[in-house]
C-alpha cells in the first residue's frame, strides 16, 4: 500500500516549445545571438546568481537559451503559489540535480517520481526523523559541537580567525556521520579536510561545471582529464560508504537505533520490503551530502550576517543566557525556545538558501498564473532567491538582514509558499527538522560562547557547487567572559 505521500509520475514533454505553447509570452535577456542564445555577458562560474542577476531584469518569470537548450525560470510569488499547488505539480529531477544521479542515482534526493525505490526509502525513513529520534540525536550533536568549540578556542589562543565555511562543513559531516552512521571522519583532527569531503567538493564542482552548458558543450568544460577527476571522486565516495556499511554489516550489533540501522533492519510498515543494500549506499551518499553541504552553508551565512550586526547578535545572545541560563549542555527541549536564533537562521535561509532552486513538473495541461500555457509534462526551475527577495512580500528593502521578518504574527501573515528554503510538496527534504535543531544549537553555543569580528576588508563573495556557500570567509574571535559556576542542580540539565 502506498503512502499518502505518493508523488504521480509524469515524463517530460521533450523540447521547451512544445512544453510551452506560448513561450513568447515569457521575456528572455536582450541581445539574443542567433543560433547561440543568451550568451553575452553570461557567467558560467556562477549560474546561479547570474540568473539571478537576470530575473530582477525581466520580471517573474523569464527563459534563457545556450544553443537548442532553453529553460524557463519562475521567481515571482504568485507563480510560485501556482507551482506549489500539489494536485497540479509534482518535483522535477531537473538537470543540475540530475547531474548528481552517477552518485546517488535513485536515493531520495535524486530519484524520479515514478522510481519505487523514493516511496520505500522516504517511508522506512520517515521515522528516523521523528520526535523521539531527533531527541536521541541530539547528545552526539552536543559532542561534535564540544570539538568544534574546542577547535575555536585554540585558533582563538593562536590569534588566529577561523575558516567558517570549512569549520561548519567539518562539523556537520560529523554530526551527520555520527548521527546517522555512527563513523567518526576525525574531520577536526586533521590538518587537510577528509578525503571524502575533498572528493564531494570535487564531485559537486564538477556536477555544477557539466550543468552550465548543455549536451556536447558540457565536456568543454576541462575535458577527459575533468572526467577522470570526476570518476576519481566519485569511486572515493562509493568506496568510503560502502566500507561504512560494511563495517556495520560485519560487526552484526545495532547502532542505537541510527538511520543507517533503520536502512539495514527496517521493513516497509505495509509491504515488509527491505531496501536492497545498493540502495543503502545510495540513501547514506544522499544523507552524507545533502544533510551536511546545505547546512554548513547556513550555519556559514548566519555567522557572517551576525558578524556584520552586532546588535542583532546582542540580540540572540541575551536570548541565548536567559533561556539556557547556567545550563552546561542545553537539553534538547530547550533549544527550541531559542525563536530568535531560530529567526536569524532562517532569514539567512531567506537571503542565501543554500539549496538555491527546485523544479516543478505539470501533471496535467494547465496555464500557470492564468496567464502561461503549459502542457503536461512542461517544467520550470523556481529560483529561490528571487523568491525570497520579491518586493511584493518581503517589502521595498528585500536585500535587507532582518531577522524580525520572522516573528510569529509576521510568519502567519505570509502565504506558506513564499518561504521554501526545503523545497515543497512530498519531496521536501525529509531532515528539515533535523538541519533546523542542529543549526540553532550550534548558533546558540557559538553565541553564547564567542564574540564575531569580521575582517574589515571581506566583501560577501558566493561560491557555487549545487549549493551555496560564502567564500573565503574567515572571523576574529573574542572569548565572553565566563559566567558563574553553575552548581549542581543546574549542570543536571545536561
Known amino acids: 500500500m502506498a503512502s499518502s505521500n505518493t508523488v504521480r509520475a509524469v515524463a517530460p514533454v521533450p523540447g521547451v516549445r512544445e512544453a510551452w505553447p506560448r513561450l513568447d509570452l515569457i521575456p528572455h535577456p536582450p541581445r539574443r545571438v542567433p543560433l547561440l542564445g543568451d550568451v553575452l555577458g553570461t557567467d558560467r562560474s556562477r549560474p546561479l546568481q547570474d540568473t539571478v542577476r537576470r530575473g530582477s531584469e525581466l520580471g517573474p518569470i523569464f527563459r534563457r537559451k545556450v544553443l537548442s537548450f532553453e529553460l524557463v525560470f519562475v521567481g515571482g510569488a504568485e507563480l510560485v503559489a501556482d507551482l506549489s499547488d500539489e494536485s497540479r505539480f509534482a518535483k522535477f529531477v531537473a538537470p543540475g540535480i540530475a547531474a548528481l544521479r552517477p552518485l546517488a542515482k535513485d536515493g531520495l534526493f535524486t530519484a524520479h517520481n515514478h522510481e519505487p525505490n523514493w516511496q520505500l526509502a522516504h517511508d522506512v525513513l520517515a521515522p528516523g526523523f521523528s520526535r523521539e529520534a531527533m531527541a536521541g540525536y541530539h547528545r552526539a550533536m552536543l559532542d561534535v559541537a564540544d570539538r568544534l568549540t574546542g577547535h575555536w578556542d585554540t585558533e582563538l589562543a593562536a590569534g588566529r580567525p577561523v575558516d567558517v565555511p570549512g569549520d561548519m562543513t567539518k562539523l556537520t559531516l560529523e554530526t551527520i556521520a555520527r548521527t546517522g552512521f555512527g563513523h567518526d571522519f576525525g574531520s577536526f583532527e586533521r590538518a587537510r579536510p577528509h578525503p571524502f569531503v575533498d572528493a564531494m567538493v570535487g564531485y559537486l564542482s564538477y556536477a555544477q561545471r557539466r550543468t552550465a552548458l548543455p549536451g556536447p558543450l558540457a565536456g568543454l568544460l576541462g575535458g577527459r582529464a575533468a572526467d577522470r577527476r ?7 565516495l562509493n568506496d ?14 545495532p547502532g542505537d537505533g541510527d538511520l ?13 520490503e527491505r531496501l536492497s543494500l545498493d540502495n543503502v549506499r545510495r540513501q547514506v551518499i544522499t544523507f552524507l551530502v545533502a544533510g551536511h553541504e546545505t547546512t554548513s552553508g547556513a550555519l556559514s551565512f548566519a555567522l557572517h550576517y551576525l558578524s556584520l550586526h552586532p546588535e542583532i547578535a546582542a540580540r540572540a545572545r541575551e536570548e541565548v543566557d536567559r533561556v539556557w541560563g547556567d545550563v552546561v549542555s542545553p537539553g534538547y527541549e530547550q533549544v527550541a525556545k531559542l525563536r530568535y536564533v531560530r529567526r536569524v ?4 535561509l531567506r537571503l542565501w538558501p543554500t539549496a538555491p532552486a527546485f523544479a516543478r513538473v505539470a501533471l496535467e495541461d494547465t496555464v500557470l498564473g492564468g496567464t502561461h500555457p503549459m502542457r503536461r509534462g512542461a517544467w520550470a526551475l523556481v529560483v529561490l532567491p528571487l523568491l525570497h527577495r520579491d518586493p511584493a512580500v518581503w517589502g521595498p528593502e528585500p536585500e535587507r538582514f532582518d531577522p524580525d521578518r520572522f516573528e510569529a504574527a509576521a510568519v502567519r501573515g505570509r502565504p506558506a509558499h513564499v518561504f521554501k528554503p526545503f523545497g515543497t510538496g512530498a519531496r521536501a527534504c525529509i531532515g528539515r527538522q533535523f538541519a533546523l535543531h542542529e543549526a540553532t544549537l550550534v548558533l546558540g553555543l557559538l553565541l553564547r560562547r564567542y564574540e564575531f569580528r569580521p575582517r574589515p576588508e ?3 563573495s558566493v561560491s557555487e557547487r549545487l549549493t551555496l556557500m560564502p567564500e573565503g570567509l574567515r572571523l576574529g574571535l573574542e572569548r565572553r567572559a565566563p559566567r558563574p559556576a553553575p552548581d549542581e542542580a543546574v549542570t543536571a540539565g545536561r
Open 458 to 460: 571581506y566583501r560577501l
Open 240 to 253: 568510503t560508504v560502502d566500507e561504512v556499511v560494511r563495517a556495520r554489516v560485519a560487526d552484526g550489533r
Open 345 to 348: 537562521l532562517d532569514e539567512s
Open 260 to 272: 543507517l540501522d533503520r536502512m539495514l533492519e527496517t521493513a516497509h510498515p505495509d509491504t515488509g
Open 230 to 236: 570526476g570518476e576519481r571522486d566519485l569511486a572515493l
